[in-house]
């Protein structure tokens, strides 16, 4: 069983699309996170959510909504999608207490 | 959180051991040494972490200098699967701010 899984895995859009990314885990940890890895390769946290609470936002800009509906699941929505937004997406989860942190494979995200 | 430097690559030959140097100078108190491995197009993958004694798993050793301002991470038997880019992160645990702040990690090339 996969602990943390995102869909899809790879991701060919517009711009000016919207699209979204899935996020589940079944470790049964109570906070969840978005990660941008871009072409650079350097990796910066985008989102935390803690029990379905946002507690990290690093000024990541507002056409990306993250959606919580339970603790296992954490989706990232994108408005409006620009070549800049070009990167892979992974996403994490951890105990309350930051230990145990679980990255999924990625969605490599190419805006044409 | 405190500021990390790793070498920007390392050549290790299979089935030597890969001793992987991190110094974080400003390291805190309450903050400890963490290491990831990122293969290539797959999510980070926890590998070991420490406050200030060494410690040991299937995958690694760590050890950390008594003033804690550097560490090493040791892989004891490198092999071809070994090759990644590996992250030293310290991290402080306060509220529930657990975000992971990556820099540019070691590549690690082990040869056959």
């Known amino acids: 069983d996969t602990a943390v899984s995102q869909t899809p895995k790879y991701l060919v859009t517009q711009m000016g699309n919207d699209k979204s990314i899935k996020c589940e885990q079944n470790l049964g940890h109570d906070t969840m996170y978005w990660y941008k890895q871009d072409s650079k390769k350097f990796l910066k946290i985008m989102f935390s959510?803690?029990?379905?609470?946002?507690?990290i936002n690093e000024t990541v800009p507002n056409r990306f909504s993250p959606k919580s509906p339970d603790k296992a699941h954490l989706n990232l929505h994108i408005n409006s999608l620009e070549l800049g937004d070009s990167a892979v997406y992974f996403c994490?989860?951890?105990?309350?207490?930051?230990?145990?942190?679980?990255f999924g494979s990625g969605t490599r995200l190419t805006v044409v | 959180d405190a500021k990390t430097t790793q070498p920007t690559s390392m050549d290790c030959a299979e089935g030597r051991a890969a001793n992987l140097p991190c110094n974080h100078s400003?390291?805190?108190?309450?903050?400890?040494v963490y290491w990831y491995r990122q293969i290539h197009s797959q999510g980070p993958q926890y590998i070991i972490h420490?406050?200030?004694n060494n410690e040991t798993n299937e995958m690694a050793s760590l050890i950390i200098t008594e003033d804690r301002k550097s560490s090493t991470l040791i892989l004891p038997h490198a092999t071809l699967r070994d090759t990644a880019v590996y992250y030293c992160?310290?991290?402080?645990?306060?509220?529930?701010?657990?975000?992971?702040?990556f820099g540019k990690g070691t590549l690690l090339t082990v040869n056959p």
């Open positions: 992160i310290v991290r402080a645990i306060r509220g529930s701010n657990y975000k992971l702040t």
């Open positions: 420490g406050l200030k």
């Open positions: 959510y803690n029990n379905k609470e946002l507690i």
């Open positions: 400003t390291i805190s108190g309450n903050e400890y």
């Open positions: 994490a989860s951890s105990r309350h207490d930051g230990s145990g942190y679980t």
